[in-house]
């Protein structure tokens, strides 16, 4: 029999509408599963089983009087522990925040919980969101189903494992610098950075200029499903888009005939990527070309978006840093104590420089943006990284190894997305990185969801 807990989104709510099984059936068949796994994949922060257990029952009961409440009746979903979940702690992977209960959901839980879907609990993260690797001081390492001896990456690294895994098929992660796409493309899941402003979000925290949060899953179709809840306008951000709701699943058929697509090889510099890595960017590009595409090699032509994001990077940490007494700070990760001190504070001027060549960054994309519907290229240099490696090498290569292919799309604030390829020669997962214009979501997915047809849907981890 097929393990409900691994049905997509799509699947269980159909299956909720014909009486093929219940809401509570499948939170249990979650809750089973993370029992299975958990501690040994370290992904869970906290299971509220009960309350889990309660609003599945609740979702039952609307399912047979033919009332849900909203297209993910009875869908389990995880929260990544960056972010606000009433009646629980946030404590940001972190032995300095505070343990007590919040009052309120964030904006995106609040999208989950209105459409309707069972949070399962809360997943982990690396401390404040800091790092690529998946391990922070309060809750240790999180490992990657595919091989626990690799990182899942970070910070989403709970929302990642959590998904490839199969603990439902919804998990909210955030993304700074690549902090949902890095994790998705090393757990061989999709994983969806919206366009800033998209998906509200509240409190903000240390990279509230260029941090997003948006959905991490196994599907495109239910990536954009999920996006549906999660971007609605919320007042407390102030950056929140006012659009009204729309219908994202049905934006993103996968047919890509005509488009214009770019192949890129740099972002401002030529960031690393291995043999694998460029094989699996050639694979979606000749699928996109089958379908009809208009692929082609270009550069964008942009500014050195690496030395702009280590200040933005760098000194939004630091910031956090000294608000800290000094008695709590030697409880920090050490990577993360030893880059505050590093960092110089810089001047207005500076800082205003730092703006400038964001803005730049922002420009050139949609320039190139004129020319081109979407482009792609690597998620990641490399498949995952050691889950136990010590962090000894300075901040700059960290980046290079972790998020070469990423941050500069923070910068932009463009959406940008990935989607599995496969497994390479040593089982583990390779994807892809689609990027689109700002605000245009929709195509983003679209062109996402045309490599996933082409090259089939990402299997589920042999955890």
């Given at each position: 029999m097929t393990d409900l807990a691994t049905l997509s989104a799509a699947a269980l709510v159909a299956g909720y509408a014909r009486g093929a099984f219940s809401p509570r059936e499948v939170i249990r068949a979650c809750l089973e599963r993370i029992a299975r796994h958990e501690p040994s994949l370290n992904a869970m922060v906290l299971v509220?089983?009960?309350?889990?257990?309660?609003?599945?029952?609740?979702?039952?009961?609307?399912?047979?009087?033919?009332?849900?409440?909203?297209?993910?009746?009875?869908?389990?979903?995880?929260?990544?522990?960056?972010?606000?979940?009433?009646?629980?702690?946030?404590?940001?992977?972190?032995?300095?925040?505070?343990?007590?209960?919040?009052?309120?959901?964030?904006?995106?839980?609040?999208?989950?919980?209105?459409?309707?879907?069972?949070?399962?609990?809360?997943?982990?993260?690396?401390?404040?969101?800091?790092?690529?690797?998946?391990?922070?001081?309060?809750?240790?390492?999180?490992?990657?189903?595919?091989?626990?001896?690799?990182?899942?990456?970070g910070s989403s690294s709970g929302a990642g494992a959590a998904c490839a895994a199969g603990y439902g098929p919804l998990h909210v992660g955030t993304d700074a610098g690549g902090s949902i796409r890095i994790p998705a493309a090393w757990c061989g899941i999709v994983g969806l950075k919206p366009s800033f402003g998209r998906v509200p979000q509240w409190p903000l925290g240390a990279f509230a200029t260029v941090a997003v949060a948006g959905p991490m899953t196994r599907s495109v179709a239910d990536a954009a499903l999920m996006l549906g809840a999660m971007a609605r306008f919320d007042w407390r951000d102030p950056f929140a888009l006012p659009d009204p709701p729309a219908d994202w699943p049905g934006r993103i058929e996968p047919e890509v005939a005509g488009l214009r697509i770019a192949v890129v090889r740099r972002l401002g510099f030529a960031p690393p990527a291995d043999a694998a890595a460029w094989a699996a960017v050639e694979r979606a590009a000749a699928a996109l070309d089958e379908r009809g595409a208009i692929v082609e090699e270009a550069d964008p032509d942009l500014p050195d978006t690496r030395?702009?994001?280590?200040?933005?990077?760098?000194?939004?940490?630091?910031?956090?840093?000294?608000?800290?007494?000094?008695?709590?700070?030697?409880?920090?990760?050490?990577?993360?104590?030893?880059?505050?001190?590093?960092?110089?504070?810089?001047?207005?001027?500076?800082?205003?420089?730092?703006?400038?060549?964001?803005?730049?960054?922002a420009h050139g994309m949609a320039r190139f943006h004129r020319r081109f519907d979407a482009l792609l290229c690597p998620a990641v240099p490399q498949a995952a990284l050691p889950a136990d490696a010590p962090l000894i090498a300075p901040e700059e290569d960290l980046w290079q190894r972790w998020a070469p292919w990423t941050f500069a799309f923070n910068l932009s604030r463009q959406p940008a997305v990935t989607v599995p390829t496969g497994l390479d020669a040593d089982g583990l997962p390779r994807a892809v990185q689609v990027a689109a214009p700002l605000y245009a979501d929709a195509l983003a997915l679209r062109v996402a969801a045309a490599i996933e047809a082409a090259l089939g849907p990402p299997p589920l981890a042999p955890c």
């Open positions: 509220d089983e009960a309350g889990a257990e309660r609003a599945a029952a609740e979702s039952e009961r609307r399912w047979l009087a033919g009332r849900p409440l909203g297209p993910l009746d009875g869908v389990p979903a995880t929260v990544k522990d960056l972010i606000d979940l009433a009646g629980f702690p946030t404590r940001r992977g972190s032995r300095v925040t505070d343990p007590a209960p919040v009052a309120q959901d964030a904006p995106s839980v609040v999208g989950l919980k209105a459409a309707g879907a069972v949070i399962l609990g809360k997943t982990t993260t690396t401390e404040f969101g800091w790092k690529s690797p998946g391990d922070c001081p309060l809750n240790g390492v999180t490992r990657n189903p595919w091989n626990t001896a690799a990182t899942p990456g030395a702009v994001f280590v200040q933005v990077w760098s000194n939004a940490l630091a910031r956090l840093v000294d608000a800290l007494p000094e008695e709590k700070r030697a409880l920090l990760d050490p990577g993360l104590a030893a880059l505050a001190q590093r960092a110089q504070p810089i001047s207005a001027r500076a800082y205003l420089a730092v703006q400038a060549a964001t803005i730049e960054t």
